[in-house]
């Protein structure tokens, strides 16, 4: 007789203590270049929200993580971004999904989660939250299993995993051995001729650091439109930039039907801030985009991720995840269309290599030279040891109010 698979006891949230740990990107110390260098934003048409993104509260949210406890003792684990209110909707609303479920089932838990949030969610917070308890849920199965993740999605297809480098210096990205850089454009519409010209002169300084041929790219994040994407795109058409990435407001679907007519033979690339496969569907059945970038923690997990890298790949479009750490990295190395993947620099100058996730873990493995071998992951679940000094909240301890059970419950109060 086959021997019953463990189900889902218990689900516990976590805040995370402070900055630098966790799975918000933004949520470090001042002076960081992701927050306080010059970054262009659907903010900088308001010249009072240029000088730091913390100013207009891309930190607001802050880190959470989940655990997911299963009936023989085996722990599952994931970390994101959504703060308190994360906590408070896998608590008040998705754990009713989870508890006393076979955790094989994937497919069927996400889709009540995201089906049952669907009058307040489809996007954005609640597809966030629920990316993370899929990654958490991910994580179980591959300790359960005594597996690593990418051996559950379809194994390895590749020995090494090659890395780009978002930062603030290509040259250093070079240097250390990357197979390319990304970095922020500064400027936006609202800055007008004076910051388009200082746009070429950023990009021109930085190619002029790295030479004619290593490929640079450009993060736009999501704060140009139509006409000056067309106009700065054409104006750096000397520079050889190998990508213009989310130039449009996520919602613009059309908007890259016309760069692409503008610019048949530039390459764009978005998905960052997408969410679900009904979101990326218009993306890849338009063909205007080259390549795709889901977050796997916002994009709705790993079980949402492998359907739009299964549309994609339909299309030939290739699939290159937006950061993420390990979680991207066991899924990268699953998929033949996936080449390489990002990493996005989390040292406060952004000129060395550190964990994506800060002090969360003990053992997150890096990119050294610009690579990572395979067998890094090859580790139970996601392979990421909990670091006992980790500054973690039992989020039950502080919801507040506290969660408010169902009126059919109240009878049953002492």
């Keep these: ?24 990107y933004h949520n470090v110390k001042g002076g960081h270049w992701l927050i306080d260098s010059k970054i262009s934003t659907p903010m900088s048409q308001y010249k009072e929200y240029r000088q730091s993104r913390t100013s207009w509260g891309i930190n607001v949210l802050g880190s959470f993580c989940v655990e997911i406890e299963a009936t023989d003792g085996t722990k599952g684990f994931a970390t994101g971004f959504g703060g308190p209110p994360a906590c408070w909707l896998v608590a008040e609303h998705f754990e009713r999904f989870l508890i006393g479920k076979d955790p094989r089932d994937t497919n069927h838990l996400f889709e009540q989660m995201y089906r049952g949030s669907m009058f307040y969610g489809r996007k954005g917070l609640p597809v966030a939250v629920i990316s993370v308890i899929d990654l958490a849920i991910w994580d179980l199965l591959g300790k359960i299993r005594n597996e690593p993740v990418y051996k559950l999605i379809g194994g390895a297809t590749r020995e090494r995993l090659l890395f780009y480098c978002t930062g603030p210096e290509p040259a250093a990205a070079k240097s250390m051995g990357f197979i390319g850089a990304k970095v922020p454009i500064p400027y ?14 950023f990009l021109t300084k930085h190619r002029e650091s790295i030479g004619p041929d290593y490929p640079l790219r450009v993060d736009c994040y999501m704060s140009l439109n139509v006409p000056y994407t067309i106009e700065v795109v054409q104006a750096c058409k000397h520079l050889n ?12 679907f059309d908007g890259f039907e016309k760069l692409k007519r503008a610019h048949p033979t530039i390459k764009f690339t978005t998905g960052e801030h997408e969410h679900s496969r009904y979101g990326f569907r218009k993306l890849i059945e338009g063909r205007n985009v ?3 970038q889901p977050d796997v923690m916002w994009v709705g997990g ?3 991720l492998l359907k739009i ?9 290739p699939v290159i995840p937006h950061a993420s750490g390990p979680y991207s990295y066991h899924f990268v190395v699953s998929q033949t269309n996936s080449p390489f993947q990002e990493y996005l620099a989390n040292s406060p100058d952004g ?18 030279k610009g690579y990572l071998d395979v067998s890094e992951l090859d580790k139970p679940g996601f392979g990421l040891e909990l670091n006992p000094s980790a500054p973690l909240i039992n989020a039950k301890d502080i919801l507040n109010p506290a969660p408010i059970k169902s009126e059919s419950s109240f009878g049953e109060r002492t």
């Design 290 to 292: 080259d390549i795709l």
């Design 241 to 252: 930039i190998d990508w213009w990435e989310e130039c449009l407001s996520p919602d613009d």
């Design 302 to 304: 790993m079980t949402e």
């Design 309 to 317: 890298a299964a549309m994609a790949a339909a299309y030939d479009i």
């Design 188 to 201: 936006g519409p609202g800055e007008g001729v004076e910051g388009l010209k200082k746009n070429v002169e």
């Design 351 to 368: 000129k060395s290599v550190l964990p994506v996730f800060g002090n969360m873990f003990t053992n997150e493995p890096i990119p050294v």
């Design 1 to 24: 007789m086959a021997r019953s698979f463990p189900t889902i006891k218990e689900v516990r949230t976590f805040l995370v203590q402070g900055v630098g740990s966790g799975g918000d």
